[in-house]
Nanobody
Framework: QVQLVESGGDLVQPGGSLRLSCVAS????????MGWYRQVPHKQQRELVGSMGRSHNVIMDRSVKDRFTISLDDAKNTMYLEMRDLQPEDTAVYYC??????????WGQGTQVIVSA
């Protein structure tokens, strides 16, 4: 069993930066997919912001690839989403997701990011 806890969400002005953290309890050593999703206000579907594969290769959605990036600290069992030049359209609840072979996957509870002047 793996539990994920996100943190780092905040109210920030346009052009600002944030770093979101996703701390995993339990071993995630053999993950096959780690990703950050976001759910914008008034939409039910979560959209993929970026992901990291088994070889730690990172793929970011084209809408954020010049501003956001993902990293993983294996020693701390923590995945990060570094965001810069935040814009009002980045306002959302951000979730981390981890998946393993066999189909098991886990979500965190989300962390709110609000970008507003």
């Amino acid at each position: 069993q793996v539990q994920l806890v996100e943190s780092g969400g905040d109210l920030v002005q346009p052009g600002g930066s944030l770093r979101l953290s996703c701390v995993a309890s339990g071993s995630i050593f053999d993950f096959i997919f780690m990703g950050w999703y976001r759910q914008v206000p008034h939409k039910q579907q979560r959209e993929l912001v970026g992901s990291m594969g088994r070889s730690h290769n990172v793929i970011m959605d084209r809408s954020v690839k010049d501003r956001f990036t993902i990293s993983l600290d294996d020693a701390k069992n923590t995945m990060y989403l570094e965001m810069r030049d935040l814009q009002p359209e980045d306002t959302a609840v951000y979730y981390c997701n981890v998946r393993f072979r066999g189909g098991k996957g886990y979500w965190g509870q989300g962390t709110q990011v609000i970008v507003s002047a």
